[in-house]
């Protein structure tokens, strides 16, 4: 089945904790990116890939980072949470380019 | 101005009814357009994307005004199960690359 995954769905954490969301697609994209959703905002991209090794900001990058050593893996990572980073994480993947975007289930974050 | 605006609603209308939903965006420049659904803590689904000739899958209908910068969804005999939050998204490169953006959503509610 087409999927992207995301791990974990629920996390609870601690102000400076580093943390690591991952995200894996077996759908052989090229394109990966992050948001977050928050109330009366929506979508926010974070970061985004075009391709292995090539990762570069959305737009509101503070406070995280990515990596794309393979293909199918976008993990996102933060260093050092703060409350304000408590949010709703999708991930999401395309075959080329972000246009007819597949998302993961969804990491509900909550850092206190 | 917001990059893609959108009336939030909610909009609660009864079974059978249509329903029109327009979103504006700003980047004159923007290259591709879409509608995603996205059910109550669910992740964003694709719901079809949108072509300048306008497009219609079933009992949805999708148009593009470039002219005016809008976008719109006419949904005819709305079900129950059409209940959501429908998110108007646009891919504003100039490149046809790199990111979308999402509209905050307009939530439907279909009453029995």
């Known amino acids: 089945e087409a999927q992207v995954t995301q791990n974990p769905r629920y996390l609870i954490t601690v102000t400076g904790k580093k943390l690591t969301v991952t995200c894996s697609q077996n759908?052989?994209?090229?394109?990966m990116s992050w948001y977050r959703q928050d109330p009366g905002l929506g979508l926010r991209q974070i970061y985004y890939?075009?391709?292995?090794?090539?990762?570069d900001k959305g737009d509101v990058p503070e406070g995280y980072k990515v990596s794309r050593k393979e293909k199918r893996n976008f993990p996102l990572i933060l260093e050092s949470p703060s409350p304000n980073q408590t949010s709703l994480y999708f991930c999401?993947?395309?075959?080329?380019?972000?246009?007819?975007?597949?998302f993961g289930q969804g990491t509900r974050l909550t850092v206190v | 101005r917001k990059e893609v605006e959108q009336d939030p609603g909610p909009f609660n209308v009864p079974e059978g009814a249509t329903v029109a939903f327009n979103c504006t965006y700003s980047?004159?420049?923007?290259?591709?357009f879409f509608w995603y659904r996205q059910d109550c803590r669910k992740e964003p689904k694709l719901l079809m994307s949108?072509?300048?000739s306008g497009n219609e899958d079933g009992r949805f209908t999708a148009q593009l005004n470039r002219a005016s910068q809008y976008i719109s969804l006419l949904i005819r005999d709305s079900k129950l199960s059409d209940s959501a939050t429908y998110l108007c998204?646009?891919?504003?490169?100039?490149?046809?690359?790199?990111?979308?953006?999402f509209g905050t959503g307009t939530r439907l509610t279909i009453i029995p």
């Open positions: 999401a993947s395309s075959p080329q380019g972000p246009r007819e975007a597949f």
């Open positions: 759908m052989n994209h090229e394109y």
């Open positions: 890939s075009m391709n292995v090794e090539v990762t």
């Open positions: 980047n004159s420049a923007s290259q591709s």
């Open positions: 949108v072509y300048s």
């Open positions: 998204v646009v891919n504003p490169s100039n490149f046809g690359n790199e990111k979308l953006t």
